[in-house]
């Protein structure tokens, strides 16, 4: 387990690749995704994807939890950063996990994505989260959660209207 913080936000960042929990200002009361009731992250709360041919299904994760492909996986933690690597059907993934020193921001970068084929690889990428915004995995609250893309940055936010 890797604990990945700043004073005011932080993530907890699995070895078995599992992106992970996380949370802004206070780990119990203000969670942003989910923490699982047996004291682990939910494996399909947060995920990256990547697809080398979307057209007959073929798919997996970075991070095995998610989206399991055959070939092993391999992950390094250390001060301050994690990183999955996994390499199926000829594709190289490297993705880097991190926290901003000095802003509630988590970093989640594929950091390469290469191929060892001749010729186009037909690669895409997906990501996709669990939202809780609150103290608790609660479906009657996930259902109010708000996603909306901001057109000047193209960040995603995640609110729950008061």
Request: charged share 15%.
């Amino acid at each position: 387990m890797n604990v990945l913080a700043n004073p005011q936000f932080g993530t907890v960042q699995f070895q078995r690749a599992v992106l992970a929990y996380t949370w802004s200002e206070n780990a119990h009361e203000f969670r942003l995704t989910p923490w699982g009731r047996s004291g682990g992250a939910i494996p399909a709360a947060r995920a990256f994807l990547t697809s080398v041919n979307e057209e007959r299904g073929h798919f997996w994760s970075p991070c095995a939890a998610a989206c399991r492909g055959a070939a092993p996986y391999a992950t390094g933690t250390d001060s301050g950063y994690s990183v999955f690597e996994h390499t199926e059907r000829g594709i190289r993934s490297e993705l880097w996990v991190y926290v901003a020193l000095d802003a509630p921001i988590k970093f989640t970068v594929a950091q390469k994505c290469e191929t060892n084929r001749a010729g186009p690889a037909g690669f895409s990428a997906t990501g996709y989260a669990e939202w809780v915004l609150g103290d608790t995995a609660d479906p009657k609250s996930s259902m109010h959660v708000i996603t909306e893309i901001d057109p000047n940055s193209g960040a995603l936010f995640a609110r729950i209207p008061l």
